[in-house]
């Protein structure tokens, strides 16, 4: 009898921004601490995992010619942590993952850990396993810290490393304008960088998480904008000066706020709404103080299947 093969499954799968990132002390392990409460954005990958003979990733799109294609790329290691969990073969796996980028790569928006997220949905759904998203989380952790966050969506208080999530309610929909950068930054690079201020004087820290959540459920952006704060900003900035240029282009094109997104160097602008958006994403490309400019907004759902057209 011939074997069926199941046809691919595309995923999407969004980005993160953080409005609140708290940076603890570097721990003896070499981590850092983090209370975050992360939002998805509109601005996505997609991801499709089909079964072939040839086995490996390919990458197309935003900034595809700088991410590794071999076990390094966080899908295949998605791809080998699903099959350890299926029991599978990982020396004989007949999976193609097909990445479409629209997230910047290196940009503090959680690019790869998204494309990791949406191959364990994706895999998940090729395979048929029978597998919860409390189970998928468990596996999610296991690749990355974002990993988890970007399988879920929507907006989450996120402890340990970003791992650990709860949810937090927020009906309301916000408006970002995006603002990438030439080059990427390396997220250990910028956490050194932040221990080294940290060693060298007192870098300005972000207040309390509670009125970032108050400001969530009132779903006002005058009050959330008040309260965006990164620990990691100080040290992005210190690492590209020219974020400084960035952040205020951004605010003086009528946003209400600019944040560094993550460990940057994306900076996020945080808008009155999407008419604004478009206005401030329209102004700031012409101000000749990034590379590119996106508009997005979130929350959103996470790693979701838009494509599978195989029986249920
Ligand atoms: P975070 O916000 O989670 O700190 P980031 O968005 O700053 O991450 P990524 O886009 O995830 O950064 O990329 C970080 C590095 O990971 C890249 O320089 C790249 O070499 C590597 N990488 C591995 N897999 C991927 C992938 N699927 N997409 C993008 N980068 C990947």
Same mark, same amino acid.
């Given at each position: 009898?011939?074997?069926?093969?199941p046809p691919p499954v595309t995923v999407r799968v969004p980005s993160k921004v953080n409005l609140h990132l708290a940076v603890g002390d570097r721990r003896a392990d070499g981590y850092h601490d983090l209370a975050t409460v992360f939002q998805s954005l509109s601005?996505?990958?997609e991801v499709t995992v089909a079964v072939a003979d040839e086995p490996g990733v390919e990458v197309h799109g935003e900034g595809a010619g700088t991410v590794p294609t071999g076990a390094s790329n966080l899908a295949w290691r998605a791809?080998?942590?699903?099959?350890?969990?299926?029991?599978?073969?990982?020396?004989?796996?007949?999976?193609?993952?097909?990445?479409?980028?629209?997230i910047p790569? =290196?940009?503090?928006? !959680?690019?790869?850990?998204? +494309?990791?997220?949406?191959? /364990?949905? $994706?895999?998940?759904? #090729?395979?048929?396993?029978?597998?919860?998203?409390?189970?998928? =989380?468990?596996?999610? !952790?296991?690749?990355?810290? +974002?990993?988890?966050?970007? /399988?879920? $969506?929507?907006?989450? #208080?996120?402890?340990g490393r970003g791992e650990q999530l709860v949810p937090v309610l927020s009906r309301h929909t916000f408006h970002w304008v995006l603002a990438f950068d030439r080059r990427g930054l390396s997220t250990p690079k910028v956490y050194a960088e932040l221990d080294r201020l940290r060693?060298?004087?007192?870098?300005?820290?972000v207040g309390a998480v509670e009125p970032v959540l108050e400001a969530l459920?009132?779903?006002?952006?005058?009050?959330?904008?008040?309260?965006l704060g990164n620990d990691l900003q100080p040290a992005a900035v210190s690492l590209r000066p020219t974020l400084r240029r960035t952040l205020r282009a951004g605010v003086q094109a009528g946003a209400l706020a600019g944040t560094v997104s993550g460990s940057g160097p994306t900076?996020?602008?945080?808008?009155e709404s999407g008419e604004d958006a478009l206005r401030v994403a329209a102004e700031l490309a012409g101000a000749g103080v990034c590379r590119t400019v996106r508009v997005a907004h979130g929350p959103v759902p996470g790693a979701r299947v838009v494509n599978d057209e195989s029986p249920r």
């Open positions: 009898m011939l074997a069926v093969v601005l996505t990958d791809v080998e942590e699903l099959a350890r969990y299926a029991g599978r073969d990982i020396s004989e796996l007949k999976v193609r993952v097909v990445i479409r980028k629209g790569v =290196a940009g503090g928006m !959680a690019g790869g850990s998204a +494309d990791a997220a949406a191959t /364990l949905v $994706g895999l998940a759904s #090729l395979w048929r396993l029978e597998i919860g998203r409390d189970e998928l =989380a468990v596996l999610a !952790a296991k690749i990355g810290s +974002d990993v988890p966050f970007v /399988l879920h $969506g929507g907006v989450a #208080l996120g402890t060693a060298d004087g007192e870098p300005p820290a459920a009132s779903g006002d952006p005058r009050q959330l904008a008040l309260l900076c996020a602008f945080l808008c």
